[in-house]
């Protein structure tokens, strides 16, 4: 089954206004990530929240994590025509050797100039 | 920055085929991921390795197999390549203690 699953799967904004995209998992996680895609090119880490961290930011960028809903929510602010990507939740579980990621479905995002 | 490197960009294949990837990660790195993410869907966990010793099993088909070499490098074989193999492979790579994956700009296989 899937771990993480996004919503919306597609979203379309005009630049400038903020967007957000929500990510809900099933399982206990050591982390959760978010992950860029541009179409058909490789996967950009955007920022990782550890299970006992509630919010981070990193420039434009605002996650949140709720471990008691199992949810994450990537907010990009001030939205700009060069964010138009797929964006993907990750969940992280640490293991013996290193940190296995699993992916949500991802939501398409569309940032009209 | 070195970054990880994947080889080939892109490969064509015809059914029944095999196909081998190969993966380099950033120097320093032990731990190499290998993913596979099919036309407009979220990217697979395959397989892992750390320290050359693989550590975890994703959904894998037996006809495929990897391996991690003295050098870290890692290569994906893919045996009686079937269309439904066609994909993006995406390798990434990590140091041992972190949690953050870098990953390759993949490789589009076609299978035709």
């Known amino acids: 089954s899937q771990q993480g699953e996004e919503d919306p799967q597609a979203l379309s904004i005009q630049e400038g206004e903020n967007a957000t995209m929500n990510c809900s998992y099933k399982?206990?996680?050591?982390?959760l990530q978010w992950y860029r895609q541009n179409s058909g090119r490789g996967l950009v880490h955007l920022i990782l929240?550890?299970?006992?961290?509630r919010e981070k930011h990193s420039g434009r960028l605002r996650v949140t994590l709720d471990t008691s809903k199992k949810s994450s929510s990537l907010l990009i602010t001030a939205s700009r025509a060069a964010d138009t990507a797929s964006y993907f939740c990750?969940?992280?579980?640490?293991?013996?050797?290193?940190?296995?990621?699993?992916f949500g479905g991802g939501t398409r995002l569309m940032v009209k100039p | 920055a070195a970054g990880v490197i994947q080889s080939p960009r892109h490969l064509i294949k015809e059914k029944r085929e095999t196909a081998t990837l190969k993966c380099y990660p950033i120097p320093r790195h032990d731990t190499v991921y290998w993913y596979q993410q099919g036309p407009g869907q979220d990217p697979q966990f395959l397989i892992s390795f750390y320290e050359k010793m693989q550590s975890d099993k994703g959904s894998i088909p037996d006809r495929f197999s990897a391996q991690q070499f003295s050098d870290y490098h890692s290569e994906l074989n893919m045996s009686s390549l079937e269309l439904g193999d066609s994909a993006l492979y995406f390798c990434?790579?990590?140091?041992?203690?972190?949690?953050?994956?870098?990953f390759g700009s993949g490789t589009q296989l076609s299978v035709l």
């Open positions: 399982t206990s996680i050591n982390n």
């Open positions: 990750a969940t992280g579980v640490n293991n013996n050797a290193g940190n296995m990621l699993t």
């Open positions: 990434a790579s990590s140091q041992y203690g972190t949690d953050k994956l870098f």
């Open positions: 929240i550890r299970s006992n961290e």
